[in-house]
């Protein structure tokens, strides 16, 4: 088992949908997580923080669920330059190793 | 520009050559990463260091790939004996460890493309 397993998609929404993603993870001792987005070819950005009391930031909103292990995000009123692909970043408890997912691909159609 | 800086951005190479990459984290981080990440797969975790100790390498990694951070600053990936299958992107990240959560994000340089052929 992957110790960070997401759904590659892709997710095709239409502008101003709602969309979410959800994010499963072996490792119960992990202590942070983190979402971050990656356009084709580039390097991945940090997109926001999941904390254990859900976060939320404009049009999107994180929430962790320590007990099912998963994270998730969720994307309101989607616009086209939300195309991209999502990672899910777990960070392992003792060394702090960022494990990533594979990415879940997000393609906003006009 | 204060941001993590990777060279070469892009490197074409025979196989069976040796090739190196460099990374300048940001100023004053102490933590640095690899990692390796192919068309439809998020980075893999190759290995990092903590000021210029390395603190854990993948199993993944073959004994052809070597990386040093001599002096807790800049990092260098070494590839030897370059195979088709090495052909990716790798990243460097860094990130200032303090033990507590706020400051552990880590920043991804624009990575260093790989072809091998």
């Known amino acids: 088992r992957k110790e960070v397993e997401q759904d590659p998609g892709p997710f095709n929404v239409p502008e101003g949908a709602t969309v979410a993603f959800n994010c499963t993870y072996s490792?119960?001792?992990?202590?942070?997580f983190f979402w971050y987005r990656q356009d084709c070819r580039k390097e991945p950005k940090l997109l926001m923080s999941?904390?254990?009391s859900g976060n939320e930031d404009g049009r999107f909103t994180a929430q962790l669920n320590r007990a099912s292990q998963y994270i998730s995000l969720l994307i309101r009123d989607s616009k086209l330059s939300d195309s991209a692909t999502y990672l899910c970043?777990?960070?392992?408890?003792?060394?702090?190793?960022?494990?990533f997912g594979t990415g879940t691909r997000l393609k906003v159609l006009a | 520009d204060t941001g993590v800086s990777q060279d070469p951005r892009h490197k074409i190479t025979k196989r069976g050559q040796n090739v190196t990459f460099r990374c300048d984290p940001i100023?004053?981080?102490?933590?640095l990463y690899w990692y390796r990440q192919t068309l439809g797969q998020g980075p893999e975790f190759l290995t990092y260091?903590?000021?210029?100790?390395?603190?854990?390498k993948s199993r993944l990694l073959s004994d052809r790939f070597s990386a040093e951070r001599p002096k807790g600053s800049f990092s260098t990936l070494e590839i030897q004996r370059t195979e088709q299958g090495d052909s990716a992107m790798y990243l460097c990240?860094?990130?200032?460890?303090?033990?507590?959560?706020?400051?552990?994000?880590?920043?991804f340089g624009e990575g260093s493309w790989l072809t091998v052929v």
């Open positions: 990240a860094s990130s200032s460890y303090t033990g507590t959560k706020e400051r552990n994000t880590i920043y």
């Open positions: 490792n119960s001792a992990s202590q942070s």
């Open positions: 999941v904390y254990s």
């Open positions: 970043v777990v960070v392992t408890s003792g060394t702090y190793k960022y494990i």
């Open positions: 100023s004053e981080h102490n933590r």
């Open positions: 260091f903590q000021n210029e100790a390395q603190l854990e």
